[in-house]
Nanobody, 121 residues
Framework: QVQLVESGGGLVQAGGSLRLSCAASGNIFSIKAMGWYRQAPGKQRELVATITSSGSPNYADSVKGRFTISRDNAKNTVYLQMNSLKPEDTAEYYC???????????????WGQGTLVTVSS
């Protein structure tokens, strides 16, 4: 079974930092872009950041200069370093990849189960 598993969420004070990790596991041949989305209570899910297989990042305007996305292709893992956190960053954070190629030559789109980030004021 191919899946994404996030870790690293928690409670932090405003101005603090957290690092999220997302590891893809299973019979994976390759993964293209990976990214992070978030969903706050009562709001729609929104893009936070994405990164291509070659390492080119893209950020939502609301997190530019504060968040950094990176990946380790050898470990099939993507990270989100979040600095200068604000209460409005409070949300469930989801890892996503639009395309995983499995060793059975199947293409899959995957979402993680989510990890909660709470920023107190």
């Amino acid at each position: 079974q191919v899946q994404l598993v996030e870790s690293g969420g928690g409670l932090v004070q405003a101005g603090g930092s957290l690092r999220l990790s997302c590891a893809a596991s299973g019979n994976i041949f390759s993964i293209k872009a990976m990214g992070w989305y978030r969903q706050a209570p009562g709001k729609q899910r929104e893009l936070v950041a994405t990164i291509t297989s070659s390492g080119s990042p893209n950020y939502a305007d609301s997190v530019k200069g504060r968040f950094t996305i990176s990946r380790d292709n050898a470990k099939n893992t993507v990270y989100l370093q979040m600095n200068s956190l604000k209460p409005e960053d409070t949300a469930e954070y989801y890892c996503h990849t639009p395309q995983v190629l499995t060793t059975a030559w199947r293409y899959l789109e995957l979402w993680g189960q989510g990890t909660l980030v709470t920023v107190s004021s």
